[in-house]
């Protein structure tokens, strides 16, 4: 087999610049205080094996790829040694993470576009587990994820994300990188691990409070949030009036991309 078909569908789009390629495998950064040697790295996507390539040679890594396209499995297969017992081939946003790694792992990819809010979802979803994420994205996702409060982009992404990683935008890279190239212009983005062990309210009520905020992201959160608030005002046996007391903060007149982390941990406090 010469090369793999791009599929659309798959969010296929190989990357060609050998020298982007090694510059998102560079950006992983292995901590030096890591507990095992070498780090287990899980790649998303490999798809012709650009990034592939460079991670192999890489002594500080333990490498397992899941790719879920048989054509690229195939020719991941016959172009590299050492696939077997790596390579896995299937849907990343179904994979078992907990039964692949028992302990902590870092992801990198250069993600297929439709599905990479899912993956940072479940990124999410493994918090504990995963201290570094590299990823090429869409530059408007790489810019809303990276993004400070009072920004337009602002979003559900960057709360939650920045609720416990630290984003940096690494860089920009142009659409002609890629065959065939994308309409968009692509960004790699680095999340790292903050500190943090725990957010100081109910981390579940917290999810659902950013979601629901930003689900009418241009009015003041009195609106979207009227159903939690009244939700809590029945939990205490509050009188109609004291709803409208409780709504009447002014937190409640703003809009949700004004308020950092910090802010809506304490408006989840708010409503728990
Ligand atoms: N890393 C390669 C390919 C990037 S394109 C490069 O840089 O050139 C995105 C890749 O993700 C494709 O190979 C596609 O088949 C794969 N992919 C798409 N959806 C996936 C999923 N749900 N799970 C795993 N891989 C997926």
Redo the contacts with the bound molecule.
């Keep these: 087999m010469m090369e793999v078909r791009a599929?659309k569908a798959?969010?296929?789009?190989?990357?060609t610049d050998q020298k982007v390629?090694r510059a998102i495998v560079d950006a992983l950064v292995i901590p030096s205080e890591a507990s095992v040697s070498p780090f287990p790295v899980l790649e998303?996507?490999?798809?012709?094996g650009?990034?592939t390539q460079y991670l192999l040679e890489r002594e500080d890594i333990d490498l397992k790829l899941?790719?879920?396209?048989s054509e690229?499995v195939e020719y991941l297969l016959t172009h590299f040694a050492g696939m077997q017992g790596r390579l896995m081939e299937?849907?990343?946003?179904t994979l078992k993470l907990e039964k692949l790694f028992p302990g902590q792992f870092a992801i990198i990819?250069?993600?297929?576009y439709n599905?990479s809010s899912q993956i940072f979802f479940k990124v999410l979803d493994y918090k504990d587990q995963i201290p570094q994420v590299v990823g090429m994205v869409q530059k408007e996702v790489a810019e809303r994820i990276a993004e400070k409060p009072g920004s337009k982009t602002y979003g559900i992404l960057s709360v939650l994300l920045q609720a416990w990683y630290d984003i940096e935008y690494l860089f920009t890279v142009g659409s002609g990188c890629f065959a065939p190239p994308p309409k968009v212009e692509s960004a790699v983005i680095r999340l790292k691990r903050n500190g943090r062990e725990s957010l100081g309210c109910d981390e579940a009520l917290f999810k659902t409070v950013v979601k629901t905020a930003f689900g009418q992201r241009r009015k003041m959160m009195r609106n979207p949030l009227k159903p939690l608030a009244a939700a809590k005002a029945a939990r205490e046996g509050w009188s109609e009036e004291q709803l409208a007391d409780f709504l009447a903060q002014d937190v409640f007149t703003l809009r949700p991309e004004r308020l950092s982390v910090e802010d809506f941990v304490a408006l989840t406090n708010l409503l728990a």
């Design positions: 599929k798959l969010g296929q789009h190989f990357l390629a998303v996507g490999p798809g012709m650009v990034l899941i790719e879920i396209d690229s299937g849907d990343f946003l990819g250069n993600f297929p599905i």
